[in-house]
C-alpha cells in the first residue's frame, strides 16, 4: 500500500531561523509527484511546493526547498528565515503518474516564536 | 486563480438527518475529491470522481455517498449523519493526469458539527 508519514506532528522553531519537516513515503512505483501543502489556522489549504520524481534536482520556491532522496523515499521541506505567516499545518502528499487520487501524511503543525 | 467553493463554512446537524456537502470548482477540471480532515488523522479520503456521473471510493466511503451530475459541482450527501461524522470536510479538484498541472486545489473546507 501506498502510505506517507510525517513522523513529527509538531514543531517549533524561532522567527528567522531555518527548520526541515520530515516526510517518509512508501511506494512500488517509479515515477510520481510529492507534494507540499499548507494549510493557516482557518484559512484554506494552498500548494508550496511540487517535486517530480524524475527530476533529481530538489524544487526551490523562495524560502522553500526540499532535500529529495528518492531511494531512500524520503521527502523533506526547508523553510529558511521563517516568519510568523508560516505557522500552519504542513502535509506532505504523494500522488503516482498513473493516477490521480493524492495520498497525503497525518501533518506536522508547526509553531513559529518570535 | 482556481476557485473551490464549499456552500457552507459551518453547519450543525441532527443525528439521522440527510445532510448535503456542495463543492463548486470554476476550471473544469475532470477531478473532484471529497478528503475528511481530523486531528492526529491528516486527511483521507472518502470519494473520488474522475469524471461527471463517475466515482471511485477511496479509503473511508461508509456511511457517505456522493453525486456528481455536471462537471463542476461534486456533492457529498450523509444518508443518516452519525456524531462519529463530525470532522472537518475538504473538497479538492484536479486536472486529469497526463499533464504538468498535477497538484489539487482546495475549498475552504465545511466543518460539520452532528448533534
Known amino acids: 500500500a501506498q502510505t506517507v508519514t510525517q513522523s513529527q506532528p509538531e514543531m517549533s522553531v524561532q522567527e528567522a531561523e531555518t527548520v526541515t519537516l520530515s516526510c517518509t513515503y512508501d511506494t512500488s512505483e517509479s515515477d510520481y509527484y510529492l507534494f507540499w501543502y499548507k494549510q493557516p489556522p482557518s484559512r484554506q489549504m494552498i500548494l508550496v511546493i511540487r517535486?517530480?520524481?524524475?527530476?533529481?534536482q530538489n524544487a526551490t520556491e523562495n524560502r522553500f526547498s526540499v532535500n529529495f532522496q528518492k531511494a531512500a523515499k524520503s521527502f523533506s521541506l526547508k523553510i529558511s528565515d521563517s516568519q510568523l505567516g508560516d505557522a500552519a499545518m504542513y502535509f506532505c502528499a504523494y500522488r503516482p503518474k498513473r493516477d490521480d487520487k493524492i495520498i497525503f501524511g497525518k501533518g506536522t503543525r508547526l509553531h513559529i516564536l518570535p | 486563480d482556481v476557485k473551490v467553493t464549499q456552500s457552507s463554512r459551518y453547519l450543525v446537524k441532527r443525528t439521522g438527518e440527510k445532510v448535503f456537502l456542495e463543492c463548486v470548482q470554476d476550471?473544469?477540471?475532470?477531478?473532484m475529491f471529497w478528503y475528511r480532515q481530523d486531528p492526529g488523522l491528516g486527511l483521507r479520503l472518502i470519494y473520488f470522481s474522475y469524471d461527471v456521473k463517475m466515482k471511485e471510493k477511496g479509503d473511508i466511503p461508509e456511511g457517505y455517498s456522493v453525486s456528481r451530475e455536471k462537471k463542476e459541482r461534486f456533492s457529498l450527501i450523509l444518508e443518516s449523519a452519525s456524531t462519529n461524522q463530525t470532522s472537518m470536510y475538504l473538497c479538492?479538484?484536479?486536472?486529469?493526469?497526463?499533464?504538468?498541472?498535477?497538484?489539487?486545489?482546495f475549498g475552504q473546507g465545511t466543518r460539520l458539527t452532528v448533534v
Open positions: 479538492a479538484s484536479s486536472i486529469a493526469s497526463g499533464t504538468h498541472h498535477t497538484e489539487a486545489f
Open positions: 476550471m473544469d477540471h475532470e477531478n
Open positions: 517535486q517530480e520524481a524524475y527530476k533529481q
